[in-house]
């Protein structure tokens, strides 16, 4: 397995723009989850997804922000309109059943809004 | 809510020496804790993790995590540090109030290892 693949690695827009991250999780894995990193705020959970079921969005910051996983082997995350401060690097994670188990993250994909 | 705290921003250590990457947990019920590694440009790595049984739990690439209830800590170690296990090092909990199951992340400590 390659592991948890995300798209792009790096995306640079202008304030305003939408803009879409693009997830792969571990083909079995049944819970995938979105987290944010910047220096500020360290490590942030935005969203996760059980069975393509969004169980907890709290931690999406505003509703720019939305995220979707139509089948088991996809997920996105949008933001529209994006700002500066939306700058930062997301990441994806996936894991099987229990979070007993380990997560499985990806290579994450650096945003910087102009 | 569950939560952690990481008390350093980072620890800077001499190749050989023993290293400690300190973890404190504020849990409601049993904690389940995990140790992840991240290194540049990279996603975060699963190190080890604790949830019920002996207190010292050995993990992957050496290290290990002693949990204290009693101080309710959970500090990561390593006998002899290597100048690639230079990273940072984040601490997570378990969060299953209610109907969620997600990790909760400390603030992580960026870990300097000197030749």
């Known amino acids: 397995d390659a592991g948890v693949i995300q798209s792009p690695r790096h995306e640079v827009t202008e304030m305003g723009q939408e803009v879409t991250l693009r997830c792969k999780p571990i083909s079995g894995h049944n819970s995938l989850f979105w987290y944010r990193q910047t220096m500020m705020r360290g490590l942030e959970l935005l969203i996760y997804?059980?069975?393509?079921?969004?169980?907890?969005d709290s931690g999406m910051p505003e509703d720019r922000f939305s995220a979707k996983m139509p089948n088991a082997s996809f997920s996105t995350l949008k933001i529209q309109p994006s700002e500066p401060r939306d700058s930062a690097v997301y990441f994806c994670?996936?894991?099987?059943?229990?979070?007993?188990?380990?997560?499985?993250f990806g290579s994450g994909t650096q945003l910087s809004v102009l | 809510a569950q939560s952690v705290a990481q008390p350093e921003d980072q620890v800077n250590v001499a190749e050989g020496n023993p290293l400690t990457v300190k973890c404190t947990y504020s849990v409601s019920g049993n904690p389940y804790l995990f140790w992840y590694v991240q290194y540049p440009n990279r996603g975060l790595q699963f190190l080890l993790k604790y949830i019920t049984g002996d207190n010292l739990v050995k993990g992957s690439y050496g290290f290990e995590a002693e949990f204290n209830k009693s101080q309710t800590s959970f500090h990561l170690k390593k006998p002899s540090a290597l100048v690639s296990d230079s990273a940072l090092y984040f601490c997570a909990v378990r969060d299953m109030m209610g109907n969620t199951d997600k990790l909760i992340f400390g603030t992580g400590t960026r870990l300097q290892v000197f030749p």
């Open positions: 997804f059980n069975n393509n079921v969004p169980i907890d």
């Open positions: 994670a996936s894991s099987s059943g229990l979070l007993s188990e380990k997560l499985l």
